[in-house]
């Protein structure tokens, strides 16, 4: 039966505080071990900077995800790998991304570590847990295959890697009005012709919160006496710049000034919420406002609105299935993890306008798949335009807001996506879980990273990490739980080794110390506790302990996969 948007619940901006009170209610706490087995719902956003959030220093309302933090946790010192595909495939299965199959992007390159789809020698999160009776569901964005045709090996598709039920995309990215690889369970599907779900207006990001609340509302009908995992895979504020127009309305002339304003208040809120510390610096500004032609600052302004209402988008979607929950009692004893796939994106996709003369066409008929991740047309026919005489957020353009807003949302970090310096690896994540979490509106600064997960739901579901499945020999998780940091007051020993390598970037971090590279440049090394922003290499006063990393890089890089790179680069 088909199903449209549901009746949104408009967001209100409140505090932390009075959030944590409004969401919680009555409940009473326990600590993780004596709870029942929760729900376990992990949230990822796609391409968002680390103060992208308003309860990380940003003003973009995100009122929903202030409230989980105000009633849960902040974890300040986490971590991703960098890239969209590297991050998912070891999300999902608690291992490196390299010993995962996918240390680059999901093409084959021949050697272990980068064959572009799930190592068959891992298991995901889904397959774990569904030997304890979970009942598993993914909305949104799968990207961790090298098949992407709907009539070809599915193998390594959500249904045949734990998933009992799917909705989303099996590539990275496309249009939020017409998305490419756009697939049901198993079978490809348009907007048009989707059998279960065709609102009056689609956009992605609505898709992926409707399917989320709908999976867990027939779960609360259906399955009562099982958990659930929820695997909810944003897109959004990965470009193309789209957002519906009564978002975007929302942030008009917020952003006018440009982006040093924008940048310097988030730098003051952060201090102030104590995400960072006092002494750690600005990283330096990307680009100046004042260099901007004038007769492109209305365009400049316009692609951080739309970004902006994305991601208020998604926040508005997570409230709805955060009071879905709510409203089904599952609320009080359901995990919510969010978190991000890598920094803010500093790639200029379609920002130069295209030489091509690209006239209207046909409209395409509801039974015609996209296949194409940046459309030339739209589903009407009409010409998709880039550059700046395009005005980013409806269908018919295509473009990403640059470099210099990058800048922005990876406040206060250097460098980007797919970069192992802090801009590139650096991810809030909020844990909120009312029965199993007796801290409340408090900040982690334990060092995590998303391997982590795994870790976490197999010791909060009970069940026995495989050393084999389905005939393969399983690698060991390398993960820690994050159950011992729900309760108040938890020191977690500081010396765990964490490793990072994405195209040639590489870094490693131990305790207070990360050592790290920008592709064939030279090694730099930072004191994490006094310079978080990268901003004063101490290779040359303390070359011993670089040489230490290094060393200790190169054994692990040789344990983990990373060698033997496919074009035999060091």
Avoid at 426 to 445: Q, S, V
């Amino acid at each position: 039966m088909a199903f449209g948007r549901w009746k949104s619940i408009r967001p209100r901006c409140v505090g932390l505080l009075t959030a944590a009170l409004t969401l919680v209610g009555s409940w009473q706490p326990v600590s993780a071990a004596e709870a029942p087995r929760p729900n376990i719902i992990v949230i990822m956003a796609d391409d968002m900077g680390y103060s992208d959030m308003g309860c990380f220093g940003s003003e973009i309302a995100t009122p929903n995800l202030d409230r989980l933090a105000g009633g849960g946790l902040r974890y300040t010192n986490f971590y991703n790998t960098g890239r969209c595909c590297p991050t998912r495939a070891s999300l999902l299965t608690g291992l490196y991304a390299h010993q995962a199959g996918i240390g680059e992007m999901t093409n084959d390159k021949g050697q272990p570590g980068y064959r572009g789809s799930l190592s068959s020698s891992a298991v995901t999160i889904a397959e774990v847990l569904k030997t304890t009776g979970y009942k598993t569901y993914m909305s949104g964005k799968w990207h961790v295959t090298t098949q992407l045709k709907p009539d070809g090996d599915k193998s390594n598709w959500p249904l045949q890697r734990g998933f009992d039920r799917f909705y989303g995309t099996i590539i990275g990215a496309g249009s939020f009005y017409d998305p490419w690889t756009l697939t049901r369970g198993n079978e490809a599907i348009t907007p048009e012709n989707d059998p279960e779900y065709r609102p009056q207006q689609y956009y992605y990001t609505h898709a992926i919160s409707d399917q989320a609340v709908r999976f867990s509302e027939e779960h609360a009908k259906q399955s009562k006496g099982d958990p659930f995992f929820l695997y909810v895979a944003y897109t959004s504020p990965h470009w193309p710049l789209h957002a519906l127009e009564e978002d975007i309305a929302k942030y008009k002339g917020k952003y006018d000034e440009g982006y040093g304003p924008i940048r310097n208040a988030r730098y003051r809120k952060m201090k102030e919420l104590g995400i960072i510390k006092d002494e750690w610096g600005l990283s330096g500004a990307e680009g100046a406002w004042e260099n901007v032609p004038e007769d492109r600052r209305a365009w400049e302004a316009r692609c951080m609105e739309v970004y902006a209402a994305m991601i208020t988008s998604m926040d508005r979607g997570i409230g709805e299935l955060v009071d879905s929950l709510k409203a089904n009692g599952q609320l009080d004893n359901t995990l919510i993890f969010f978190l991000q796939d890598n920094g803010g994106c500093h790639e200029t996709y379609g920002r130069s306008a295209s030489k091509k003369n690209v006239q209207p066409t046909e409209p395409m008929g509801k039974d015609e798949l996209q296949t194409r991740m940046n459309p030339l047309h739209t589903r009407a026919g009409e010409p998709v335009q880039f550059g700046p005489n395009a005005m980013p957020g409806p269908a018919n353009t295509y473009l990403a807001y640059g470099v210099n807003w990058a800048n922005v949302s990876n406040t206060p970090f250097r460098l980007y996506k797919s970069m192992t310096h802090e801009g590139g690896i650096a991810t809030p994540l909020i844990a909120h879980w009312p029965k199993g979490i007796t801290a409340g509106n408090e900040l982690r600064k334990n060092t995590g990273h998303l391997i982590d997960l795994m870790a976490t739901c197999v010791e909060l579901s009970g069940a026995e990490y495989p050393k084999e499945f389905q005939g393969h020999e399983i690698r060991p998780m390398e993960g820690v739980s994050l159950v011992p940091s729900f309760g108040k007051n938890v020191k977690i020993a500081p010396e765990r080794i964490i490793l990072w390598e994405h195209m040639t970037n590489a870094a490693i971090r131990q305790g207070k110390w990360k050592l790290v590279k920008a592709s064939s440049g030279p090694w730099e090394l930072y004191d994490m506790e006094k310079d978080r922003s990268e901003l004063h290499d101490l290779v040359e006063k303390n070359p011993e302990k670089a040489k230490e990393l290094e060393v200790l890089w190169e054994k692990n890089a040789h344990r983990t996969q990373i060698y033997p790179r496919p074009d035999k680069r060091k």
